[in-house]
C-alpha cells in the first residue's frame, strides 16, 4: 500500500492538469462525472452486476458504489458525493478511511434522487460524465459526454501514471496466482466448471469480480475465441488447456492467458514455439513504432512456425501475400490495457481524436496507435485449428497450399494463445505478467 500512497498524489494532480486543460479547451466549468447506477431486469426487482464508470474510477478507487458522483475542475479540491443510504436490505458500504480520502471535500448522499441538492445549481458550464443520458437530462445537464471533450480524455488515458502502474503491478499478482491455481487443477483432470472454480478461489473471487468472462477451455474448445461455456464434466481425454482470465486491483485490469499441452507431445512444442515469438514480439513493442507494424511483423512469424512445422508447403512471403496465415491467427495481436480490459483510445493519432484506420486485411486489430513511453499493452499472438476457418480455406484457390494431415491433426487441440501484460518505459519494457511469477 505504501507505493499506492506515496504515487496517489501525483496521480491525482496529473489528473487535475488534463481537466483542466480540456475544460478550457471545451469553455467548461467543469465535469460531474457519475459512477453510474444499478440497472434493473427486465420485469424484475433485482439488478444487473453493477459495473463502475471508468472515468469515475480513474479518481479513485471506489469501485463497487453506485449513485456516487465526482465534481472537478482541474483546480479546486474534488468533491466527493458518496452513496450512503439507510438501507436494512442491502449492504451499505461504508467510506473507507483510507489514502486517497483526503483529496476529496465529501458530501453523503443518503437518498440516491435528492443529489442535485449537492449538484452546482446552474450546470450550463458542466459537462456530465457518463452512461445514464436519462440522468443526465432530468438533472439539467445540457452537455452530456461531449466528444470533443472525451476525445481528449480518451487520448491521455493511454499514458499511465505511476500510481497506474502500481495498480496492474497488483492485479498482475493477482492474476499470476489465480492462473497458478486454475494450471493446477488442469493436470489434476479436473473439468472446465472446477477449473474456473478453483481460479476464483484462489484469489477469493465471484465471477462478478473479474474484469470480464473467464475463458476457460478444454481441448477443442480452445478454438472459440471467447469461449465461456464451462461444461461440467470431467474430459476423458485431457489434451489441451487455454485460459484467457484476469483480475482487478483498485479498478485496473489484468488480461493475462496461457495454453497448456496435456503431455509433452508436437503440440507442447508448438506451444514452446509460440511462447518464443510472443516474447520476440515484447521486445519489438518500442516507442515510436506502429502498432501496426509490430502486429504485421508478427503476423509474419506466425507464417514462419506454420511453415517450421509443416502445417504450409509454401514460403512465408506466400503465406502472407495470400492471406492464409489469418485462417490461423484470425484477431490482433494486442491491445492498450488499464481502467478497461480493452481500454480506449486506441485507434486516435491526436488529442481531436483524428481515427487512425486498421488495415482492410488486418480488421482485427484493436489499436493502430503509435506505441510511446507509459502506455501498457497486452501482446496475444495465437495460433489456431478452427474448423469453420480451415473449412472455408479448403474450400478456396489456396486449400494445395496446406499439409491438411498436419494440419487436421491439431484439430483436437483447439489451439494456443499467450498473452503478456506490459509496460512500455523509455529504454526498456517491463513484462508485469512474467516478474509475478507466470512462466
Known amino acids: 500500500m505504501t507505493d499506492l500512497s506515496n504515487h496517489y498524489p501525483a496521480h491525482i494532480a496529473e489528473l487535475q492538469r488534463r481537466t483542466k486543460k480540456a475544460l478550457y479547451r471545451e469553455n467548461l466549468e467543469g465535469l460531474v462525472i457519475h459512477s453510474g447506477k444499478e440497472i434493473k431486469v427486465f420485469l424484475d426487482d433485482y439488478s444487473y452486476p453493477f459495473k463502475v464508470n471508468p472515468h469515475f474510477k480513474a479518481w479513485l478507487p471506489v469501485t463497487d458504489v453506485a449513485n456516487c458522483w465526482l465534481i472537478v475542475n482541474g483546480e479546486d479540491k474534488p468533491t466527493l458525493i458518496y452513496y450512503q443510504p439507510v438501507d436494512f436490505w442491502h449492504k451499505v458500504v461504508e467510506l473507507s478511511d483510507s489514502y486517497w480520502r483526503n483529496f476529496f471535500d465529501i458530501k453523503i448522499l443518503k437518498v440516491a434522487s435528492e443529489v442535485d441538492k449537492l449538484l452546482p445549481y446552474d450546470k450550463k458550464g458542466y459537462a456530465y460524465i457518463g452512461e445514464h443520458i436519462e440522468v443526465a ?5 445540457e452537455a452530456i459526454n461531449p466528444e470533443p471533450l472525451m476525445n481528449y480524455i480518451h487520448y491521455h488515458r493511454a499514458y499511465k501514471t505511476a500510481y497506474e502502474f502500481a495498480c496492474m503491478r497488483q492485479s498482475n499478482a493477482l492474476a499470476v496466482k ?3 491455481a486454475a494450471e493446477k487443477a488442469f493436470r489434476a483432470g479436473e473439468s472446465e466448471f472446477a477449473i474456473q472454480q478453483a481460479y476464483l478461489k484462489a484469489i477469493q473471487y465471484s465471477e462478478n469480480n473479474t474484469p470480464y468472462g473467464n475463458i476457460v477451455a478444454l481441448n477443442k474448445n480452445a478454438a472459440i475465441l471467447h469461449y465461456t461455456a464451462l461444461e461440467r464434466n470431467k474430459p476423458t ?5 487455454l485460459i484467457d482470465a484476469g483480475a482487478n486491483f483498485n479498478g485496473y485490469a489484468a488480461d493475462i492467458t496461457r495454453t497448456y499441452a496435456f503431455e509433452n507431445n508436437k503440440f507442447a512444442e508448438l506451444i514452446a ?8 514480439a515484447v521486445d519489438g513493442l518500442t516507442p515510436n513504432k506502429s502498432y501496426v507494424d509490430l502486429h504485421i511483423e508478427t503476423y509474419t512469424e506466425i507464417g514462419q512456425v506454420l511453415k517450421e512445422f509443416g502445417f504450409i508447403k509454401v514460403d512465408v512471403d506466400t503465406a502472407v501475400e495470400t492471406g492464409i496465415i489469418s485462417t490461423f491467427f484470425p484477431h490482433g495481436l494486442g491491445h492498450h490495457l488499464g481502467l478497461q480490459t480493452h481500454d480506449v483510445g486506441g485507434f486516435m493519432a491526436d488529442e481531436r481524436g483524428t481515427h487512425i484506420n486498421a488495415p482492410d486485411n488486418h480488421p482485427f486489430l484493436r489499436t493502430s496507435r503509435t506505441i510511446e513511453a507509459n502506455q501498457v499493452f497486452t501482446i496475444e499472438p495465437g495460433l489456431y485449428f478452427i474448423d469453420s476457418l480451415l473449412s472455408e480455406l479448403k474450400q478456396s484457390a489456396y486449400a494445395e497450399m496446406i499439409n491438411w494431415q498436419n494440419v487436421d491433426a ?6 494456443i494463445r499467450i498473452e503478456d501484460n506490459i509496460i512500455v518505459h523509455k529504454n526498456h519494457n517491463e513484462n508485469m505478467t512474467r516478474d509475478a511469477g507466470l512462466s
Open 410 to 415: 491439431m484439430r483436437p487441440y483447439g489451439g
Open 273 to 280: 514455439r509460440m511462447d518464443q515469438l510472443m516474447l520476440k
Open 137 to 141: 437530462k432530468a438533472l439539467g445537464f
Open 178 to 180: 489465480a492462473h497458478q
Open 237 to 241: 481425454n485431457p489434451q489441451s488447456f
